[in-house]
């Protein structure tokens, strides 16, 4: 029992802490509420330095192998912690101007990490239901946060009503999956499979049921429907943290798992991702280029980027899912610093322009700011030497490795067709004459977190090192 509690340490950690916060919550007053989301950050950070593992192989099983604490789960929660830490300080003055500023909102996405971390700690698949569950129903509040706008309820309910379907089609197929093998314990799952094959119907249909509900989370082409409007009308600093944390959790969980359950019949799933992945990337890109709204079109970014997650899943070897985690924590910083520039725009006076026209004439006003929008843009784009060029470059690296080179050269040419979109913001800024009273004004919170990103992404840029050695240690 010692170890089973030790094993989830990290989550029992958050969960207290979570706890504490919903406290604070209750004691503080109407005009500190942003109090419990600068208490939220400390937690975090409290968290994820007393639960570093040795990164030597360390890996502790718990709960009769449902669950486990290793470098590949902290990994991950480094992400999620970065992600929860920046959309925090981006959120307070954006929550305050809408007079939305309360502080169950920075509890729900504390909450959210801990069903997150859950899902890439799983080794069975009821346990990886659960932090699925968990994180899903924080998600479908803070999409729909903004009560007082007709485009945020409307996030928040079809987020709620297709998130629900594919949590069906998910534990559907869970159920096939539990039905044939008689566990849903992943090292049990694959010795079955590797004694039996998955020539049977329930096996076949099963996974496939549970690959379509992974494929929602991530927002891979054809799952993708929802994406656009729950990212484009929930508030900006939600949509931000939507674009990472999920999607990382649900790449580190399905990771796992297919580097484990999947590992006998590898061949059999390469195809299917393979596939999902040039649909995911290309739809993604070609209409990220029709766009005029930025937040849509870096809405429409996100799922060319999950097609390029999955080149690391397809690759199916330790360079695929080690690049996948150095993916996640690089555009951890990266997609949210763009969102958190894009929260603080205003058209005199008026909240929530994002349109491109918008952009116009800015580094002349404000040159701080469209230094670090352009700074994400290019990183985003995968220009080298920046640090979105070093995650790019180690997914195709994975890809090359496992001698899949068609799907490296695709990922490639995807690279490139999303230089347009991105560098169409930096036109925007550098060579347009404004066409309207745009400000731009970085408040301390906003600032911070801008300024986080930024200076991140230009240390990876020049020692990336310090994430790959993290993610090399990594042992699924």
Known sequence: MAQSIVSILPEILMTIFGLLLIVIDVLAGEDRKSGVGY?????????????????????????????????????????????????????????????????????????SIIGMMFMVSATDLSVFYLGLETMAISMYILAGYNKKELTSNEAGIKYFIMGAFSSGIFLYGLTYVFGYTGSTKYHIIAEFIRNNGVSHFSIIFGLILMFAGFAFKISAFPFH??????????????????????????????????????????????????????????YGNLVAIAQNN?????????????????????????????????????????????????????NKGIIDDERLESFAGLAKKHPLYSLAM????????????????????????????????????????????????YMRVTVYMYFKEAEYDVEANLRPAAFIATFIASVVVL?????????????????V
């Not at 939220?40 to 994820?48: E, K, R, S, T, Y």
């Not at 640090?387 to 890809?399: D, N, P, S, V």
Request: proline share 4%; hydrophobic share 60%; net charge positive.
């Open 39 to 111: 208490f939220g950050i400390a937690f975090v950070l409290l968290a994820l330095i007393a639960s570093i593992p040795p990164f030597n192989g360390f890996k502790i099983f718990g709960f009769n192998k449902m669950v486990v604490w290793d470098v590949y789960s902290y990994a991950f929660f480094l992400t999620f912690a970065f992600a929860y830490i920046m959309s925090t300080l981006g959120s307070v003055d954006y929550l305050k101007d809408r007079g939305i500023n309360k502080g169950e909102y920075y509890v729900i996405m504390f909450f």
């Open 225 to 282: 429907m929802w994406a656009p409007d729950v990212y484009s009308g929930a508030p900006t600093p939600v949509a931000g943290f939507m674009t990472v944390a999920p999607k990382a959790a649900a790449f580190g969980g399905m990771v796992r798992f297919l580097m484990v359950a999947g590992v006998p019949v590898v061949e059999k799933w390469q195809l299917f991702f393979a596939i999902l992945a040039v649909l995911t990337m290309t």
């Open 294 to 346: 930025v937040k849509r079109m870096l809405a429409y970014s996100a799922i060319s980027h999950a097609g390029y997650m999955l080149i690391g899943l397809v690759a199916a070897n330790d360079i695929g899912y080690q690049a996948i985690a150095l993916y996640t924590m690089i555009y951890a910083f990266m997609n949210i610093g763009a969102f958190t520039l894009l929260s603080v725009l205003k």
């Open 374 to 421: 352009l700074l994400f843009m290019f990183s985003l784009a995968g220009i080298p030497p920046l640090a979105g060029f070093i995650g790019k470059f180690y997914i195709f690296m994975a890809a090359i490795k496992a001698k899949i080179y068609w799907l490296a050269i695709i990922g490639v040419l995807n690279s490139a067709i999303a230089c347009y979109y």
């Open 459 to 475: 240390l990876l840029t020049v020692f990336p090192s310090l994430l790959i050695n993290i993610v090399k240690s990594m042992i």
